[in-house]
Nanobody, 125 residues
Framework: QVQLVESGGGLVQAGGSLRLSCAAS????????MGWFRQAPGKEREFVAA???????YYQDSVKGRFTISINNAKNTVYLQMSSLKPEDTGVYYC???????????????????WGQGTQVTVSS
């Protein structure tokens, strides 16, 4: 059973930066695609970024050039570096993992088999 634990959220002013971390255990890290999603109050969970097991990155258009997803396989950890934050980036950020060797689209939440508990990111204006 894969377990994902996010950390690094907090309160930041607009224009600031945060780095989220997601520590994975109990699975085949490095063979699964990893994604970040977020959910604002009253809104559906939305795709933010993903990294395939082969190392390719995908981003939501609104975060391209500001967010970077990366993986440290030695630490079984995936990161989301967020810069130039905006108030509309506010939400609970979730880390998610696909099954091993998954191939397909990465933006739908239902392609991910495992989820973390989420970490709150609040960007003040």
């Amino acid at each position: 059973q894969v377990q994902l634990v996010e950390s690094g959220g907090g309160l930041v002013q607009a224009g600031g930066s945060l780095r989220l971390s997601c520590a994975a255990s109990g699975g085949t890290f490095g063979k699964s695609g990893m994604g970040w999603f977020r959910q604002a109050p009253g809104k559906e969970r939305e795709f933010v970024a993903a990294r395939t097991w082969s190392g390719y990155g995908y981003y939501q258009d609104s975060v391209k050039g500001r967010f970077t997803i990366s993986i440290n396989n030695a630490k079984n950890t995936v990161y989301l570096q967020m810069s130039s934050l905006k108030p509309e980036d506010t939400g609970v950020y979730y880390c998610a993992a696909t099954r091993p060797w998954y191939s397909g689209t990465y933006s739908p939440p239902d392609v991910y088999d495992y989820w973390g508990q989420g970490t709150q990111v609040t960007v003040s204006s």
